[in-house]
């Protein structure tokens, strides 16, 4: 089969697309891929970074969406179903196996761009929003990296759980794109954005989603309200912050981890109970993905390039 390899840690441009590729055996759903989504965790891969580190050569890819050609008999799905799939590893390929409890069938209203971009980041999105953050209708939530995948992700999922939003992005295209996928208020990253968020919210948010990290932290928690909550999803911005808890304490906030995989990947009834909950979202019509940008496999290393240049917007999808 055609699929992309990693076969050295040299990053997005060392890695190679054939088409000999032996597909992949074991237990599970066999999908027929035809699309792929690309993330961070990819190209940090490709430079031996990420905390997963399997023996080269190895097909990188966490997610995609294709039909079913064939599934255990113990799953609801059978050949020619249409499905979103996690299959963690292998998705930068023809053919990708993924466990039954981390393949879902596809809604009609999503193409299978859509689909490729639908398990890390709504899932991580409902998880970091609803569960951990405990957000409820009527909060009002920060998303910052608000144009990226889990930040138009969090802007969907959050406004389908009746909340407010107010994103922060870096330029005028990454603006269009948040208010695309629904922000109610936009603010720019280079300005005085925290002002901006305490004035847009009346004296400040119930809930920060902070995918990028680095200096603004202390900024997030200082635009939280009373009993607000801030919750650490990643560290794009490339540094790791520290909190000095007193700020905690003289203002009654939180600082809150969520680690989608690390908690819900050994917890298959869980897992299923989020992909209901998106759903429903879907139908409500509330989460629709954004594919910012489509590549066929061969040019899988711009796919990556783009992301690990700040350049992606939505989902960066690979089309098979
Ligand atoms: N905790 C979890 O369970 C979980 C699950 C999925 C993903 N993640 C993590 O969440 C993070 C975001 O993933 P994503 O797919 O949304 O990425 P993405 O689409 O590339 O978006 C990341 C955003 O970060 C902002 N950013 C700020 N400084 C940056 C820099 N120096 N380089 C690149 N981007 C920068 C950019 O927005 P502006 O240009 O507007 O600032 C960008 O849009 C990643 O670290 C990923 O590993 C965590």
């Known amino acids: 089969m055609r699929a992309a390899r990693i076969v050295s840690l040299d990053g997005p441009g060392a890695i ?12 599970g759903v066999v999908v027929e891929v035809r699309a792929a989504g690309v993330s961070f965790p990819e190209v940090l891969q490709s430079r031996g970074e990420y905390q997963l580190k399997p023996e080269l050569p190895f097909v990188p890819g966490s997610e995609v969406a294709g039909v079913v050609r064939s599934a255990p008999t113990d799953s609801d799905l059978s050949e020619g179903d249409r499905v979103a799939a996690f299959p963690m590893l292998g998705g930068f390929a023809e053919v990708a196996i993924a466990p039954t409890f981390l393949t879902f069938r596809l809604p009609d209203a999503l193409d299978f761009a859509q689909g490729a971009g639908l398990i890390l980041n709504y899932h991580t999105a409902y998880f970091a929003l609803k569960l951990r953050g405990r957000l409820v209708e009527g909060e009002q939530v920060l998303v910052h990296g608000a144009a990226g995948g889990v930040g138009t992700a969090a802007l969907q999922v959050a406004r389908g759980l009746g909340a407010r939003t107010i994103a922060v992005v870096s330029s005028d295209a990454k603006e269009a794109v ?3 996928a629904g922000a109610d208020a936009v603010v720019r990253s280079d300005g005085p954005w925290r002002e901006q968020a305490v004035e847009a919210s009346g004296g400040g948010v119930d809930l920060v989603l902070d995918p990028v990290g680095g200096e603004r932290f ?3 928690l200082r635009s939280l309200r009373e009993d607000g909550r801030a ?3 990643g560290f794009t911005g490339g540094s790791i912050p520290e909190v000095r808890v007193n700020r905690l304490l003289l203002r009654n906030t939180e600082v809150i981890g969520a680690g989608w995989g690390a908690y819900v990947l050994g917890k298959p009834d869980l897992i299923r109970s989020i992909g209901a909950a998106i759903d429903g979202l879907i139908e409500s019509g509330f989460v629709r993905p954004i594919v910012g940008a489509r590549f066929p496999l061969h040019r899988v290393a711009d796919a990556l390039e783009l992301i690990d240049g700040r350049g992606a917007t939505g989902k960066v999808v690979l089309e098979l």
């Open 178 to 180: 948040a208010r695309e």
């Open 231 to 233: 919750v650490v999803v």
């Open 16 to 27: 190679e697309v054939s088409s000999d590729v032996p597909e992949p055996t074991g237990e």
């Open 218 to 220: 202390t900024d997030s």
